[in-house]
């Protein structure tokens, strides 16, 4: 979606499907960024508009009710855009939503999943061949199936015409990527500001997912190694001496590696060092020769070099970006 202005000063409309346990953090954090466009741009360039699967008011995870303006499938309004807020776990079909899921998809709606909004558009067979993301707890289910579906485990994805984040805070990211790519950078920065957000996170930055998690049932003695090397960034231990503290030899470490991570040790170590270092470039204003050595980088060329090889960017670059 490319960036576009607002001449004819014509209201954008965002409608937002309320499904029983929807987070109420991760709505508001959808809604909210667009009251503050119309705020601070001083009119109106986004209507909000809310549907319930009928006209009662819709319960949230926290039992909290909001009533919704309309009812999913009442084509009132000329709607430009329609996320769908639900739980993590989506369990009912909702066959009527999902029919007009697709109606308005050949309509040339555009479409976002918040949470388990993306498991919504999915069975609707409206993300086929699009990048997509959805809250890391559902991930491996999801890819199952649906794989027709480009998964991504990042905070958000906006691909085309569809829009989908994890949840939580995530969905205010993207709000506000999505009114930078409307109505320019600088409006999604005051609104950043508004809200006293440090910076607009971006979507290629992934969700945290719990170390257990991510390795699901693997040995303890990896989980170990993996530790380890996330307390040890600032000076990276060896293979050699990660297989000594863990009591295991080197080559044993490096099978566990390959079996579950499909990396040898010192390849995956670098990608957490170039991932914190990442995060160091884009949230703080250290120098970019502080950070090669927080990171384990002996030497700023290095530091270089490897960033520009994993991320197709050199640090400096990462930070003019």
Not at 89 to 94: D, P, R, Y
Not at 126 to 151: C, I, K, M, N
Not at 289 to 296: E, P, R, S, Y
Request: charged content about 20%; hydrophobic content about 40%.
């Amino acid at each position: 979606m490319p960036h576009e202005s607002n001449p004819s000063g014509v209201s954008r409309q965002v409608g937002f499907v309320l499904l029983p346990g929807f987070s109420l953090l991760a709505q508001a954090c959808a809604l909210e960024p667009l009251h503050v466009a119309n705020l601070l741009a001083g009119e109106r360039l986004y209507t909000p508009l809310t549907f319930g699967l009928d006209e009662r008011a819709v319960k949230s995870a926290a039992e909290l009710a909001l009533t919704p303006h309309s009812v999913a499938g009442d084509d009132a309004g000329e709607l430009d855009m329609l996320f769908v807020c639900a739980p993590v776990a989506v369990n009912a079909a909702h066959d009527a939503l999902l029919a007009w899921l697709s109606r308005l998809a050949g309509r040339g709606v555009a479409l976002g999943g918040i949470a388990g909004g993306t498991e919504v558009l999915a069975r609707a067979g409206v993300l086929d061949g699009y990048r997509a993301t959805l809250p890391w707890q559902s991930a491996e289910s999801f890819v199952q199936a649906h794989p027709a579906v480009r998964v991504s485990q990042q905070l958000f994805e906006i691909d085309r015409d569809r829009l989908t984040c994890g949840g939580g805070t995530a969905a205010m990211d993207m709000m506000m990527t999505l009114i930078a790519q409307h109505h320019g950078q600088a409006l999604a920065e005051r609104i950043s500001e508004h809200f006293v957000c440090e910076r607009i996170r971006m979507g290629d930055e992934p969700q945290h997912v719990p170390l257990r998690s991510r390795l699901g049932h693997a040995p303890q003695s990896l989980i170990d190694a993996v530790t380890l090397m996330e307390s040890n960034i600032e000076e990276p231990l060896t293979t050699h001496e990660l297989s000594t503290h863990l009591g295991i030899s080197r080559r044993q470490l490096e099978r566990l590696f390959k079996k579950y991570l499909q990396a040898v040790p010192s390849r995956y170590y670098l990608d957490l060092r170039l991932q914190q270092a990442r995060k160091l470039l884009r949230e703080t204003d250290q120098a970019v020769g502080d950070i090669a050595l927080q990171t384990g980088f002996s030497s700023g060329a290095h530091f270089s070099t490897a960033y520009r090889n994993h991320f197709g960017m050199t640090p400096r670059e990462e930070r003019l970006g």
